[in-house]
């Protein structure tokens, strides 16, 4: 064999040791991909577990809190009503920090599917303006809302765009001094192709150094001026995700002490934006004065069980309890209920199955239905099963007191 033979023989095998450990390697990271990816399925379903175990056990501290702050009503000292209210507030924080877990976990999984269609633009600034008023008049903060003539509608998705607002308004609000302002102005721009929300405030601002690390999970600015502020460090980050899963960004211009400007920037075109009325709700085929008056309640959670039948006493609405499935069946058969709470994890047949039969049944197509879950992807699910209400939990005591008014007002 001549010495060129010789020399390309040992090229080819040292060629051949480089493959060999390439397809080891890639064979490596192949594996630690799938390990990656497992450990990703462990941690969601791990989140969503504990989403539903520490929703559940917080919708009766709520409820109860409330039922008992209702019950006693003047005869609570200034400082008992004072507990009932951080009790109701620390809960509230609580259930945020969940949600907001929950969310980011979803976002980050390529999980949350958001639900596009035309949106009022004015209604989503009011309904989002509106759900901080309280605690900015209590700051005897200043609200504002400036349109551009042109930001009729969007398409976006309304849950999640209004979502971003309410916490950068929670944000404006915590971190704006007494007898401030703050508010939201929209700007359009068909050349460019967007539309832009932008919150601002006269609040403390944040310093150039602190704004790279905003949005990140988890990041807290540590200052003297902020040490006393709560907060997780999620929202800002949950934000900023859902911008960009809608094609857009979400960005920050601060000057410290002298207040902050966050802007929420989505993809617009003035063609996708016609006029959109809004819909009536559609009223019960059944009158509220000719309703039955009862509840049946189906959920199998003892504490729960309690804190609804007690929060429903206040109103005088007899409630009737299933504790699984085919109970539920049968007293919605027997006892003809005005209204059904049903949660869905039911022991022997689950709350969706059961609002399938029961809408199967002669008579029961117009039965007012509301689910109540701790899961908090649960919606299309049960609205496809055929429930008129989905309530969360833990419940918003507000939305049910609005079901109660429409379903058995003035008898």
Partial sequence: MSTEQVTFQAQIEKLTAQL?????QILELQTANEELERTARVK???LATMGHELRTPLNAVLSLSRVLQEQLGQVLT??????FQVISASGQHLLELINDTLDLSKLQAGKMMLRIEPVSVEKLCRTSLDIVRQ??????????????SQANTIQADPLRIKQVLVNLLSNAVKFTPDHGAMGIEVMSSVEQGQMTFTVWDTGIGI??????????????????????YAGAGLGLALS??????????LYVKSTLGAGSRFTLELPWQISDAPHVAERPAAAPSISAGNRHRLILLAEDNEA??????????????????ARTGPDALEIARTEHPGLVLMDINLP?????EVIRRIRSMEGYADLPIAVITALSDDNERVRAAGADHYLGKPIDLDKLDHMLDQYFAKQ
Avoid: W
């Fill in 348 to 352: 022997r047949l689950d709350g969706l």
């Fill in 78 to 83: 200034e400082r008992q009503q004072q507990s």
């Fill in 240 to 249: 900023q995700r859902l911008a960009r899963q809608h094609g857009g960004d």
């Fill in 304 to 321: 729960n069980i309690f804190a609804i039948s007690e929060y429903l006493d206040l109103y005088g609405i007899p409630v009737v309890v």
């Fill in 20 to 24: 060999t450990g390439c397809e080891r």
């Fill in 135 to 148: 605690q900015a008049e209590q700051k005897h903060l200043q609200l504002a809302l400036t349109l551009d």
């Fill in 44 to 46: 969601d379903d791990l």
């Fill in 207 to 228: 310093a150039a150094a602190d704004l790279p690390r905003l949005f990140k999970p988890f990041m807290q600015i540590e200052n003297d001026q902020q040490a006393h």
